[in-house]
């Protein structure tokens, strides 16, 4: 703004001038993240966030961008926005940032877990290589992060905990390899995800599921197929949200080339359906949403009866959900839930952390 420049011709914004919109177009991307500042920590009173008074986790980034397009991630659209402005995906040096997480640690030294908000953590392996070698000797705090399954071998479950992670959330979004790879530009096989979340359970890596409900193509087979491979993988914990079509991405473009309905009065994830589909009714996702955990532990100990026993079982199961004349709305009426308790306990921050620690201590023991 000191510059010479007139506001109308600064890029990045956009102006109306008289009566005229002037798009300046964007700025190339930072490519060089070790030239930003530290991040001000202070300037919401971090020691007053739940992260920071109840979790005692400092909240941090290695990277900007990432190299995955799925169509509904806002990453797709940015990076069709900076077409030009040179690589999407960079890193701070592993130095740089690990002085920033002692900076951090040094101005809240009560904090006792780092938490990576990277979209992943291992996606450059040259990169990771060096972290691992040197977080364990610089900070040594238990940290936990986002990745994906594609990432994740052998040797990259092993560098994790041998570096101090201790959970990883990873996106298993639906069960259906068909909506996946069709509808979400997520390539991964059922099997890879299985193999991934196995290897990371072995090595004592807590993991985490995160699935969407009501994607464009959606059926309650489908659902009941996205329970059934979280049963598989045995998750720490899940996190189901309704699908949500942000303006601007190719998944919005599928829903407006199918003309569902979107309510726009929705603000989250998690309240209740966004789009509406003719593949499967609102009732229906609600109800999966409300019972997917006790759907997914009722599966999981259904799958490890004796097989033909379990399997007849599961089709019974699978017959009596997905019937047309299945009470869907009297369930979601009673329903008392996990999420109802989680919403309950998270009044009370201090208790909810502690029995979150214990079970899943508990959990990581069974």
Known sequence: ???????????????????????????????????????????FNYEDLEEGAVHKILITQASRGCSYSCTYCCNS?????????????????????LDEVEFGLKRYPFLKEVRFSDDTITQDKGW???FTGKYK??????YSGNERVENIDKETAAALKESGCISLDLGIESGSRFIRETYMNRRMSNDKIVEAFRMLNSSGINTNSFNILGMVGETPQTVLETVKLNAAVRPSVTFNAYFYPFCGTKARELVKERGYRVDADVKDFFSRPVVDLDTISAAQLVFFHKYFYLLMKLYGFLERRPKNAGEKMMKTLDAVLTSRYFPYFLFNFFHFGKDDMIAILRKYPGLYVRIRKVYRSVRGKI
Not at 77 to 97: A, T
């Open 128 to 130: 990771f290589g060096e």
């Open 77 to 97: 659209l940015l990076r069709s926005l900076y077409k030009e402005g040179g690589k999407f995906l960079r890193h701070y040096s592993v130095d740089r940032f």
């Open 137 to 142: 000797n610089r900070i040594g705090l238990p």
């Open 1 to 43: 703004m000191g510059s010479s420049l007139r506001i109308r011709e600064i890029p990045n914004v956009w102006v109306k001038e008289g009566g005229r919109i002037y798009r300046n177009p964007p700025r190339p991307l930072i490519q060089d993240l070790n030239t930003l500042p530290y991040p001000d920590y202070e300037l």
